[in-house]
């Protein structure tokens, strides 16, 4: 058995019917050199042939009697591929608007936890734009839920999962694969209840567990009496950041890379990664004033980075750091703005030394921290008084090669991330051979006209490029009164007296 982390754990406690919590995926595939179709029934028998690549795939989830302690990974001995396949055609609406509105349609819906928590959708008869006419595809659209990966190997697994050259291989048979037996309900007993020895912390989620109505109905009773500490929620507040529904759509537009390191040479002392945060920045900005929002104070970006590294690697699971980020939106040029965006980064501790979600979740339990989200979507903290940050933007660096999938070759791929109540826009950046695609995350019924910010990213990035003629060589390098760039350490270092006090008094 694999127990979950505390991270991970924590994304399935905070699922609800509003908010699932998987990342999904778009890929579209040109078949148009194949001399035949690719038929659903081939794609199905490619997928059995790689699955020993991914072993999640055929693991589920096993609870803890009385949940006293996180879930384990186990093997499914009843895993069926047919369960997490579907097809559909599109036939003569094959267009991409309607399979984006397909794609977000399927993003609604929670992943079913009684079987390995992913789900692919093989999309028929779809049709490419090409200026040569249009050509037949294919699209998979894909779910993985979060508690089993993060953005980073999200990416790696569709690495693993495709091939590397146009020719079609020949499609081996399935690897053989026996399903280990499955822990009897004595054995995870024992295992929680040595855990819980191990560590005491552990009770104290037990008992905010084992009364959790209780303890959600007192602590908002005296939450509600108190004020929000205004120096730990400092973030502007913005449309984005309301109650959400459970409707989505997904907005995604492409630039080439080769602008975006154009603009970076330009500035010189910055990464590649400011730039595509500047790029963000921008649009939401231009955005914000298209809905006739406030942008005389800058919003704040949680950044996850990822802290694997070659000599400790796993295939799955949440292996983030996070650091809260000014966007700097209230800079009215954009490519000082940029300036800015690294400096407000290389100012932060965690940028030097990022900080581990794990740091936090090891002190504060995920059926705490679970609760903890809860209440804060319950007492509309983000409302009433500033939120903690505005949206999450992701950088996930993609192969710069081609992809294929026995012979048809991926041309574009599309990324979601699960939103959360008070956080109605996520933005994840997805590299791929020479394309740079900016993928929003929205709920439509808290970002209004989302479809706006496909023609504001080109017309963002045209704007970032004509102010850097007028650049001042030391312009977007002063530092802005009330930066917000120590935001992380506030945030944790508070979390951390608070709790390490409380086990110090538990001690005693």
Known sequence: MRQLSELDASFLYLESETTPMHIGGVYLFDASGLSDPLAFSTFVSYLRSRLHVVPLFRQKLKEIPLRL??????????????????????????????LMSLASKI????????????????????????????????????????????????????????EYTPEPRPIAPPRPWLARPEPSEERVFLQASANMLKTPMQVASLAYNAAEATARGLVKKQLQKLPVPFPLFTAPHSPFNRQITANRR?????VSLSRLKAIKASLGDVTLNDVVLGLCAETLHRYLEQQGGDTAKSLVAMTPISVRSSSLRKATGNQMSA????????????????????????????????????????????????????LYSELQVAQRYHPLFNLPITNVP?????????????????????????????????????????????????????????????????????????????????????????LTDEVLGALENMIKGGLQRFRR
């Open 69 to 98: 302690g996180r879930p384990y990974w186990i093997d499914d001995p009843g895993f069926s591929i047919e369960r997490h396949l579907a097809y559909v055609n599109l036939g003569e609406h094959g267009k991409q608007a309607s």
């Open 107 to 162: 993003m609604e819906e929670p992943l079913k936890r009684d079987r390995p928590l992913w789900h692919i959708t093989f999309v028929d008869g779809f049709r490419i734009d090409d200026p040569e006419g249009d050509k037949q595809g294919f699209a998979l659209i894909v779910k993985l839920h979060h508690a089993a990966i993060d953005a980073f190997s999200g990416e790696e697994i569709m690495g693993k999962l495709l």
């Open 250 to 254: 997904i907005v995604s537009a492409s």
């Open 323 to 374: 650091m809260l980020l000014d966007l700097a939106t209230n800079e009215p040029n954009p490519a000082a703005r940029i300036r800015r965006i690294h400096q407000n980064a290389v100012e932060s501790e965690p940028y030097r030394e990022a900080i581990a979600a794990d740091r936090l979740t090891e002190l504060l339990p995920s059926t705490l921290l679970a609760l903890s989200a809860r």
């Open 398 to 486: 993609g192969p710069q090669v081609p992809l294929f999938l026995q012979g048809a070759r991926l041309i574009r791929q599309y990324n979601t991330a699960p939103l959360f109540d008070s956080l109605g826009l996520v933005i994840v950046a997805v590299s791929y051979q020479g394309q740079l695609t900016l993928n929003f995350t929205l709920c439509p019924d808290v970002v209004p006209d989302g479809d706006s910010l496909k023609d504001l990213i080109e017309d963002s990035l045209t704007g970032i490029e004509e102010c850097l003629h007028d650049l001042g060589p030391d312009q977007g390098l002063e530092t802005p009164h009330g930066s917000g760039q120590n």
